[in-house]
């Protein structure tokens, strides 16, 4: 982290998990826990749990995210849901291009690259996931893989939409495996996510823009993983779903 330079963001992903019912009570449970000032603490949950979400958190400094946002402004989508309709409900955030809506929902780059743009364009705050899988983690082209996703992802932002925009490598073989990258691992690709931004946009606007780690973090990998200089929070999937393990890594940002 660097505090200096951009905000800490501890976002939980509940992905297709719990029931609108057990929203309140999840939410009276962390609002009890301490939570250091400056770590913004998000939670995405499922589109018919948000209103509920939105109410439970409203007093507690806890932002409610999606975990997905139609490309199209609106019209004949039927099941779709748009970034107009998120920002009326008082949504901040989007997570976009999760691995498991590339890989289920054949989700492509430009599809993402479209969803980023319709969340921004209703100031929505977009967490835009990339990451490799294992096979081409071992042929040695994670770098090249991750440049492309993210050179892909930004290409129509202004300056001004990417210093909204939040990143989060979230290498595939680490999402919900238990599998951890190394602390080094996930450094270096969020290390190599800033020089691609900042290629574009200079120095400036790279070194103001929170990039994320995802994949199996929990209460005793997250200090590590958060102390590395280019890992500015973290997209948690596991530990999000117990407010005392989501607490516990909320803590472990306040180094
Ligand atoms: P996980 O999920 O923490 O359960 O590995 C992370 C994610 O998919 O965002």
Request: with cysteine.
């Amino acid at each position: 982290m660097n505090r200096k330079y951009r905000k800490t963001i501890i976002a939980g992903n509940w992905k297709m998990n719990k029931l609108p019912s057990e929203v309140k009570d999840f939410a009276l449970a962390l609002k009890e826990t301490q939570r250091p000032k400056w770590c913004e603490t998000v939670v995405c949950v499922p589109f018919v749990m948000l209103p509920a979400a939105i109410r439970a958190f409203r007093d507690a400094r806890i932002a409610v995210g999606a975990q997905d946002v139609s490309a199209h402004e609106k019209g004949a989508y039927t099941g779709e849901v748009s970034a107009a309709m998120l920002k009326d409900l008082g949504v901040k955030y989007v997570i976009i291009g999760h691995s498991e809506r590339r890989a289920y929902h054949g989700e492509t780059d430009s599809d993402v690259a479209e969803k980023i743009k319709a969340a921004l364009s209703c100031s929505l705050r977009p967490i835009v996931c990339v990451g490799e899988s294992l096979q081409q983690r071992e042929s040695g082209i994670t770098d090249e893989w991750i440049s492309m996703q993210v050179k892909l992802a930004i290409e129509d932002l202004s300056a001004e939409e990417m210093k909204k925009t939040v990143i989060a490598y979230e290498p595939i073989w680490a999402i919900g495996t238990g599998k951890t990258a190394t602390a080094g691992q996930a450094g270096a690709v969020c290390a190599l996510i800033r020089s691609v931004i900042r290629a574009t946009y200079g120095a400036r606007v790279a070194r103001a823009i929170p990039i994320l780690y995802g994949g199996s973090m929990n209460p005793s990998n997250a200090s590590e993983l958060l102390a590395q200089p280019d890992v500015d929070g973290g997209l948690i999937g596991g530990s999000s779903l117990k407010p005392g393990d989501f607490a516990s890594i909320i803590g472990a940002s306040d180094q």
